[in-house]
C-alpha cells in the first residue's frame, strides 16, 4: 500500500511541475503515464488482497460416545465433529466423513481420519472389517445418511473431492442408517444375512446356518463372539451417531479411543523429509540404512523442473486453481495436519 501511494504521489508531483512549468506535450505524456501506472498498480494490489492468505487454519477434534458402558461384542456408536478454529477456509480431502465404508482403507493405510484403540490389556485394538462385513459383504448392514438416501462413493473421485469448513464452521460424521436389505443375485450372488419379510423356512435356516457360521469365525480369529442381533428384527439405529464398524471389544475393561485426522502420507511429497515420514507410516516401521540411501539419491537427482511440477501436483491435489499457485505461499499452501481428538473411554461389561 505504502508503495502505491509513493507512486501516486510523485506521478501528480510530476503533472504539476508540467503545469507550472508549462510544457503541454511532456503534461500529456506524463498524465498517460500516471494513469498506465496507476491501473497497472491497482491491478497488483487487487491480486494481492483479494488472495491475501488469512491467518492460519486450525482444526478441531471432538469425539463423543452415545454412551459410556457398552456389552461385550456390542460396536459401541459414536458422534465425531471436526471444526475450523482459524481465520480461513479449510479444505478436507476425506471421504469418510460421508460414508463410514472409508475407514477400513484410511485404517489400513494409517492416514487421513482413522481411530486409535488402546484394550485393557494396554495393547492397540485393530480393526478387521473383513471379518465383520463377511467375505461378500453379507453382514454389511449399515450406510449413512446422505439427504434421506444412503451414501453411495465406489471411490474418493465420485461424489467427493474436498469438503470445505468455513472458519467458526463444523463438519459433523454423517449419521448411520441401516443400508436397505440386498436381493439373492445381488453383491456376488449372496444378498445379505437379514432374513427379509416372507421368508421361506429354507432361507430362514440358511441365514441362521450363516450367522452361527459367522459365531464360529469370530471365536477363532477375534477370541470371542459378537453380540448377538436378531436376523429377524429390524436394525436400531442411534438418531445423530455413527456405529463404529470394524472393531471387535472381545474382553470386558475399560478401553481408550481417540480419533485422528492425518495428512502426512496422503499429499505429494515435496521434500525428502516427507517422503521419509510417509514410507515410514505406510511400511508401519523404521526404514533401513539402505531404503533411506535410495530416497536421498532419488531426491538428489531431481531437476528443479521435478520439483516444480510436485509443487503443482500437491496443490491440484488441495484444490487450488492453477492461476493463483504462484502468489501462495509454501507454508500456508502444503501444511500437512495431524490433529487428535479428545481421549473417551468405554467400559465393556459382559
Known sequence: MTSAITFVGFAI??????VLLGRRKTLIALAAAACLGAVVTAGILTRRTYFKLLPEGKLQLTLQLARRQWHVGEAPWYLLQMKNVGGKQLKIFDAFWVDQRFLNENSSRKRLT????INPDGKTLEPNFRLEWGYHNEFRFWANDCGGSPCEFKDRKEGVDVLKI???KTLTANPTIVAPLRKRGERWGLGDARIKPGATSEEISSIKKLWRL????????AGGKPYQLDPEKPLQTVAGFRVLEGYFFGKPGIYRMRAIYDTRSWFTPITEQEEVA???DEK???LSASELGEISKKWRSMTPRDLRQRRNDRMEEQGHSKWNRAIIKDDDIFKEWFVESNPVEIEVVP
Open 166 to 168: 468455513e472458519p467458526g
Open 214 to 221: 459367522r459365531g464360529k469365525y469370530y471365536q477363532e480369529f
Open 278 to 280: 510417509q514410507q515410514r
Open 284 to 286: 508401519r516401521r523404521e
Open 13 to 18: 508531483a510530476a503533472v504539476l511541475t508540467a
Open 114 to 117: 482413522r481411530f486409535e484403540i
